[in-house]
């Protein structure tokens, strides 16, 4: 954490040193906070007015009290999952029926007109999840994008009743499961592990997920050890396992820098506990000389 | 750093001279040492190994995208057959077809009143480039038609010391890597044209090649790509990547 905060101080420094740069720079270059967690992307999205935001909310009411309720008599009844077993795979989403369809985001850098590449995750004609589009590395002519070429689909959230956040608690389990039907292409698999503070907002723990391609489904179990932080696009220095108790949002993105059409067929995306595995982290965690890798 | 991009890795004398310009310190020096630390940690990772750059040659590429796709079966052989060496054909080209012997058995159980399907073009990536490729497959076959078990049911327990604990219990095949849920797969391909001609010619190569079954069940080609229509990319490289012909032909033909 703090290395990132060295790194925004270092942007200060470059913003300070120009009274032009923040003109033209790409990246964020407010220092000690950031004001919006979507990092100043749907600013020019109008608000609704107070008013309509009172009489929405007021509509919203039963449904959260109806949740709240759930919550409430769930947590009465307390009847928690007490075994985790090898080879059982709890399936968190699962994309048979268009309502599992409205629980993911797609976004792709054509949305904020930063690239031309486009994405839609629909039904496929077998009944599963179906994430296409086209990938695209072409950079606009705006003299302001470097790079271009993502798609990109992440889970909505979860939350409690009343719009409060919440976290999944996906402690108890080992792997990630996927069973998938790629075209060969590999696809990044991202868990966000949204933090309270700012410097956090942006922590996404990653790995890849091949693709054989083929008319074969393929399962793809994932140790949670491998994934590796990143926090916007960047891998970190400091690496730490996966905080599982604090997951946000799964996404898959397409990325690969190859121009051209993909399609990935989702059936399910699980979890597993597999006592097999004691892995904790795949990478080393050196002790390394003051200010090399953080402080 | 434009290096990696272009698949150039530095090598321990740029670290030397890193250091002596920069120090240990410098932004260039740790960037060089993040990129050694994780470049090769994720260079061969990959289940399904490819060559860099994948070679240029269609034909090549057809081979290492059809061994790759019937890596699910490890008895799946991959050959090559040469339309020129079928009667009447009309294109004069090449055949990469994978079958195994599995899908071979499956096929010859097919029942012959039942037609099946010549279905694609499909697109697999290697790399930066595309292999159209083409299925011969079934429906799936029906799913065996057991009653409905509640397996969390407690208010019929058995005692299973005194009673025969077979009875009661259907008999059902196990089901091969092939029998899909949404296709029985019996054999897949990629040609040289694409030409509906050709897959013509792979059904007459198949069976020649060990499914003389093929003389009698009736072969539907569909005519419509799920690929749809090609979307034109600027930046496409397209030297490296087969260009596949859309099937075009407006009707199906039954062909037996």
């Not at chain 1, 309502?99 to 976004?107: C, D, E, F, I, Y």
């Not at chain 1, 850098?109 to 077998?126: A, F, Q, R």
């Not at chain 1, 799964?250 to 067929?265: C, M, Q, R, T, W």
């Not at chain 2, 009698?216 to 790509?225: A, G, H, I, Q």
Request: include cysteine; charge should be neutral.
């Amino acid at each position: 954490m703090i290395t990132r905060i060295i790194y925004n101080l270092w942007h200060l420094r470059a913003v300070t040193c120009s009274t032009t740069s923040h003109l033209i720079h790409t990246s964020h270059v407010i220092l000690f906070w950031e004001p919006d967690p979507k990092g100043g992307y749907l600013r020019d999205k109008p608000k609704p007015k107070a008013i309509e935001l009172i009489r929405d909310g007021l509509k919203e009411l039963r449904s959260e009290i109806m949740l709240w309720k759930d919550e409430m008599k769930e947590h009465i009844e307390g009847d928690p999952i007490v075994a985790y077993r090898r080879g059982e795979i709890d399936i968190m989403w699962q994309f048979s029926q268009p309502a599992a369809l409205s629980q993911w985001v797609t976004t792709s850098d054509s949305d904020h007109k930063e690239g031309y590449s486009t994405c839609e995750l629909s039904l496929s004609k077998g009944g599963n999840g179906l994430f296409t589009g086209t990938v695209s590395t072409q950079v606009p002519k705006d003299g302001r994008i470097k790079r271009a070429g993502y798609c990109n689909m992440r889970s909505m959230r979860p939350r409690r009743s009343f719009k409060r956040d919440s976290y999944f608690d996906w402690r108890m389990y080992s792997h990630i499961v996927l069973r998938v039907r790629g075209d060969g292409r590999s696809y990044m698999l991202n868990i966000s592990t949204m933090g309270y503070y700012d410097i956090m907002w942006n922590d996404i723990y990653s790995y890849v997920l091949f693709t054989r391609g083929g008319p074969y489904w393929q399962v793809s179990k994932i140790p949670f050890s491998k994934f590796f932080l990143s926090s916007k696009g960047r891998i970190q220095d400091k690496q730490n396992p996966i905080p599982l108790d604090k997951v946000t949002h799964v996404g898959i993105s397409a990325g690969d820098k190859i121009n051209g059409p993909f399609h990935l067929e989702i059936d399910y995306i699980g979890l597993e506990f597999d006592p097999t595995h004691t892995e904790e982290f795949a990478y080393e965690m050196y002790t390394m000389p003051k200010y090399i890798v953080g402080v | 750093m434009v290096a990696y991009i272009q698949g150039v890795m530095p090598d321990p004398d740029m670290e030397n001279m890193l250091i002596n310009i920069f120090g240990r310190r410098g932004h260039p020096v740790r960037k060089y040492w993040r990129m050694m630390y994780w470049m090769p940690k994720f260079k061969n990772i990959s289940p399904w190994p490819l060559p860099n750059p994948v070679p240029s040659t269609s034909l090549e590429l057809a081979k290492l995208a059809l061994e790759r796709m019937s890596s699910v079966d490890l008895q799946s052989e991959v050959s090559v057959y040469q339309t020129s060496d079928i009667k009447d054909s009309i294109d004069d080209t090449w055949i990469v077809s994978a079958q195994s012997p599995i899908q071979r058995e499956l096929l010859d159980a097919h029942p012959h009143d039942v037609s099946i399907y010549v279905e694609g073009a499909f697109r697999i990536w290697l790399r930066n480039a595309s292999v159209s490729y083409f299925i011969l497959r079934a429906d799936a076959r029906p799913k065996p038609n057991l009653p409905p078990q509640d397996l969390d049911d407690v208010g019929n327990l058995r005692i299973p010391f005194f009673e025969d604990s077979t009875e009661n219990q259907a008999l059902v095949r196990q089901p091969s890597v092939h029998e899909q849920e949404d296709g029985t797969i019996f054999a897949m391909c990629a040609t040289g044209t694409s030409s509906r001609d050709s897959l013509l010619s792979w059904i007459r190569s198949l069976e020649i090649n060990g499914n003389p079954v093929l003389a009698k069940v009736p072969v539907l080609f569909t005519s419509k790509s799920p690929l749809g229509a090609v979307i034109p990319i600027d930046k496409c490289d397209s030297a490296e990547s087969t260009e596949h012909t859309n099937l075009k032909s407006g009707t199906e033909h039954k062909d037996d």
